[in-house]
């Protein structure tokens, strides 16, 4: 885990967001600051009508000081005025024409709004100005355009909705060249992803030498805090899966399998996935309303296909004749090839040595069970490799997302592989050779052993999962 | 006192196991101000651990397993001092003369044994091996300590959990082990001396099975050390004079020589050892004690790291909106399919992309044109100007958010008109047009002084 780095605080970068009215620069502000709870966001016109700022840490270090503004609503009519005033004025430098307009301000009641994002404009050292990519080419905002030029801050266009307007995409970029601005951004709030934040920040950087290594500290934490969450999600994953695979339960010998026993086993997975769900939209702050925007099949709190519902195992590409006995499969018992070449051979000489306690109590029970003709039930495979799968799933969901996005957009789609990893029926052999492991982490060097390979096919899979 | 980072910790983990089972009072929004500005996450939980425990009274709770620890740590040194004292004493009290050999055994022998076995499960790093000991230790706890979860458990566990698992509990079990032995031969040496010093003993030994020159060899080979550190050892001559029936009387010499043999073999071959080996766990327990850390990967701590580690500050606004507020919403009502008047005009404002300009009910004689940007609208408005009173239909595209510029078009563009009209068109491919977006166009047909009958809506398709 990152610890903040220390250093000699810095003025902050500042930073304005600035753009047409309902584009989406609130949205952008809540993604980069991770707070869901900024500002207001409405589909409507003029719905931020104030500056507001807020200010983003790396660690202790205020590095960036973002400010929402409102949106631009009539720029023609504006430059219109301005060209007027300039007239009159005869100021030197454009900057200057601003300045005059702004202490003009109350001269220009309709023009309120446009007057606090010059001033803010004015006071910062980058403009952010956010384009909302679905819209057409209208004059309006080429007027905007040439109005924050005239502030003479450098100003990097940003991108929006651009998930599936591609061609759009095109053509905002040629009229933004025309402004002789190339230095353009993809960063879409819906579909957002770490390496567009992080474009972000080195555009600042060649931008702002003299804040260079400042904004350097900022991509480094973020990108440590970034791998945080995934190392962290994919560890409770792991959890998950040593929970579900370690369980198992001592039924009777004779006489088969009793109906109570499997619905208590079901009660168990279905109890454990579900701590699991929570855990996971809580380590990336998954609101209820993000969860309705990302469409992840899951209400209240609990996933709507039922894990033992031969439809979940279609959707994965699972064959749902095979579980017999709903998701239950009787125990191997006492496997000493797996569980012996499992624990090692320094377990082995422990065990040899007669001091394997940790040996004998594994087997123990099982020995009693045997003893009395019992049997072990534990979860069969199928329901392990869905779980496994749809936490894949899950995953690859939540790390794909921007906060507060407004429209929703279909990201989960059914062309994801649903290949397992190489090595999981092992991964699976030896978690249910350790009971043990059921109840809680365990420092025991295999079981670390086993997450960290988890963890690894989990953020493997996640650098090389389509964005 | 200052505290250890090691126990910082214990208790932040002990925290997190009573947080897993109830919710604490916590005001973490006002500890913001208490952290120094340059604490790392852990000093900050430190902090916020600190705080629950006194608004929550844990303390108490959060000492027990530690005070637990140490007493039962103080009855098995008693033990073992006890044990070591009378097994001692035992062996020597047999009568006036003390077999060499078994009480060496006595005193030396398991304590090697065990030696030997811990030596092999470290250096083949049996973590296994250790936790196991520790769940059997663990299973002879108090069965409440097992079972009920309370504050105080939970607590307890995570202490113990935290103590005598892994790395720390590994080194934590070999400093207990060797202080146990340790304890036990100091009180056997000491019981040794004394009896030394105040009886007369002869030593002997004797042997069934190997052959007389075996101990003389064992007691030179025994004996090279100790020489080394000064002490008088027993001579081949006076080993072979010592075995059981070889002479009727032993001199001082002899009970001399191997009073300081066993004595010497005692403190070379087990306290020495021992203490070395307790030296060394303990200074690995506190190499391990210093690399415990955290799991910051659980939840728990994801959790915490977002509230007291923010990424950002919280927003603050700097440029308020001075403006009176919003005129309420107009109720939209649902514009109604309409004829307009053949003469009229149209003029359409930022169609966009979606809708085709001009739709195949305008004709091309009544098409005045699009407005896009500053120079259509000035042209079209010439156009206008030419026209004394026109009747004008404005077309806007219903699915789009009217701003202010569309509405001081709308408004300069109908500003001579004797009639005018604002027709949403929209296509079936838009789907449905949300009731706020209809009612934001009715808001602007008010402005704008189109009635609410003047607003029309056609389909493109």
């Known amino acids: 885990m990152p610890n903040p780095p220390r250093e000699v605080s810095v003025q902050p970068v500042r930073l304005a967001v600035v753009g047409h009215t309902n584009t989406g620069k609130t949205s952008l502000i809540r993604t980069l600051l991770r707070d869901d709870r900024f500002g207001e966001i409405d589909d409507a016109a003029g719905t931020t009508r104030h500056v507001e700022s807020s200010a983003i840490y790396a660690g202790n270090v205020a590095v960036l000081n973002l400010f929402d503004t409102p949106g631009f609503e009539d720029s023609s009519a504006l430059l219109q005025t301005l060209e007027a005033l300039e007239k009159t004025i005869q100021a030197k430098a454009p900057a200057e024409l601003l300045r005059e307009f702004i202490a003009r301000a109350a001269d220009y009641p309709e023009f309120a709004q446009e007057t606090k994002v010059l001033r803010q404009a004015l006071n910062s050292d980058v403009l952010l100005y956010i384009i909302d990519v679905r819209e057409p080419l209208l004059g309006k905002y080429r007027d905007e355009v040439e109005i924050l030029s005239k502030a003479g801050k450098p100003i990097i266009p940003v991108f929006n909705f651009i998930a599936g307007h591609s061609d759009a995409l095109v053509r905002w970029r040629e009229q933004m060249a025309h402004f002789n601005l190339h230095a353009a951004l993809e960063f879409d709030t819906v579909a957002f992803d770490f390496e567009a934040e992080k474009r972000l920040y080195q555009k600042l950087q060649s931008l702002h030498e003299k804040r260079y290594d400042a904004l350097q500290a900022l991509i480094d934490y973020r990108q440590e805090v970034w791998e945080n969450l995934l190392h962290a999600a994919a560890q409770r994953i792991f959890r998950l899966l040593a929970e579900v695979a370690c369980y198992r339960r001592e039924v009777g010998g004779k006489g088969g399998i009793a109906d109570a026993d499997v619905a208590a086993m079901q009660d168990f997975v279905r109890n454990a996935e579900q701590h699991a769900l929570r855990d996971l939209l809580a380590i990336f702050a998954f609101t209820q309303l993000d969860v309705d925007l990302q469409q992840l099949p899951v209400r209240d709190g609990q996933w709507e296909l039922d894990i033992f519902s031969p439809r979940a195992m279609k959707v994965f590409g699972l064959n749902a004749g095979a579980t017999a006995l709903k998701g239950a ?24 040595l007669g001091a394997g306690w940790a040996t004998a109590r594994r087997y123990e029970q099982e020995l009693k069970a045997a003893w009395r003709g019992n049997k072990w039930l534990c979860i069969d495979d199928n329901t392990l490799s869905l779980l496994y799968l749809r936490q894949r799933q899950l995953l690859q969901t939540l790390t794909q997302r921007g906060h507060a996005a407004r429209n929703t957009l279909q990201l989960t789609g059914n062309a994801t592989d649903h290949t397992l990893p190489k090595r999981w029926s092992k991964l699976i052999t030896v978690l249910r050779q350790n009971p043990d492991w059921q109840q809680a982490a365990s420092s025991d060097p295999e079981y670390q052993q086993l997450q960290t390979q988890v963890v690894d096919w989990l953020s493997h899979q996640e650098k090389r999962s389509p964005d | 006192m200052t505290i250890s980072d090691f126990d910082k910790r214990v208790l932040i983990e002990q925290v997190r196991a009573i947080e897993a089972g109830q919710v604490l009072a916590d005001d973490t929004a006002g500890l913001s101000e208490e952290i120094p500005a340059h604490s790392d996450f852990d000093a900050r939980l430190w ?10 009274a844990l303390w108490p709770e959060l000492g027990r397993a530690a005070v637990l620890s140490r007493r039962v740590t103080t009855i098995t040194l008693i033990v073992a001092v006890l044990s070591g004292a009378l097994a001692t004493g035992y062996a020597v009290n047999a009568g006036q003369a003390i077999n060499i050999y078994w009480l060496l055994l006595v005193l030396l022998g398991f304590n090697l044994l065990s030696m030997l076995l811990w030596l092999v499960g470290i250096s083949m790093n049996l973590e296994g091996l250790i936790e196991g000991v520790f769940a059997k230790l663990a299973s002879w706890l108090p069965s409440q300590l097992q079972t009920e979860s309370n504050v105080g458990t939970r607590a307890d566990r995570a202490w113990l959990t935290c103590h005598f698992s892994g790395k720390p509990g590994k080194w934590q079990i070999s400093t207990m082990v060797h202080q146990l032995w340790l304890a036990y031969m100091l009180a056997g040496l000491t019981v040794l001396v004394l009896v030394l010093m105040a009886r007369q003993y002869d030593f002997v030994w004797g042997t069934t099975l190997l052959s007389d020159t075996a101990f003389v060899k064992l007691t030179e080979v025994l004996g090279t050390p100790l020489h080394a550190l000064g ?7 006076q080993v072979a004079e010592t075995r059981i029936g070889a002479l009727q009387t032993l001199t001082a010499a002899h009970r001399y020589a191997w009073a300081q043999f066993l004595l010497g073999a005692l403190l070379c071959f087990g306290i020495v050892p021992r203490l070395l080996l307790w030296c060394w766990a303990v200074l690995m327990r506190g190499l391990a004690r210093r690399r415990f850390a955290l799991d910051h990967y659980l939840p728990y701590y994801i959790g915490l790291r977002q509230q007291l580690l923010p990424l950002a500050g919280h927003g603050r606004i700097v440029d308020a909106d001075t403006a009176p507020p919003a005129a309420a919403a107009t109720p939209a009502i649902d514009p109604v399919p309409h004829q307009l008047p053949a003469a009229a005009h149209w003029v359409s404002v930022e169609l966009g992309d979606d809708i085709h300009w001009p739709p195949t009910f305008v004709g091309a004689g009544n098409d005045l044109g699009q407005i896009v940007d500053r120079d259509s609208q000035m042209r079209i408005q010439q156009r ?22 569309v509405q001081r078009t709308i408004a300069d563009l109908i500003a001579d008109s004797a009639q005018a009209w604002l027709v949403l068109l929209h296509s079936r491919e838009q789907g449905a047009i949300s009731t706020t977006r209809l009612a934001a166009w009715y808001r602007l047909a008010e402005a704008c002084k189109v009635p609410a009958d003047h607003v029309i809506s056609m389909s493109v398709d």
Not at chain 2, 384 to 405: F, H
Request: no cysteine; aromatic share 0%; net charge neutral.
């Open chain 1, 329 to 352: 499969a009787v125990g191997a018992g006492i496997d000493l090839m797996t569980g012996g070449l499992s624990l090692g051979a320094a377990s082995l000489l422990g065990a040899a």
């Open chain 2, 47 to 56: 902090q916020r651990a600190q705080r629950l425990a006194e608004r929550n």
């Open chain 2, 384 to 405: 206008l100007q030419t026209d004394n009173d026109p009747l004008l239909a404005v077309a806007v595209a219903a699915a789009r958010s009217p701003d202010r510029g």
């Open chain 2, 231 to 237: 002490l008088t050892t027993p001579t081949p001559q």
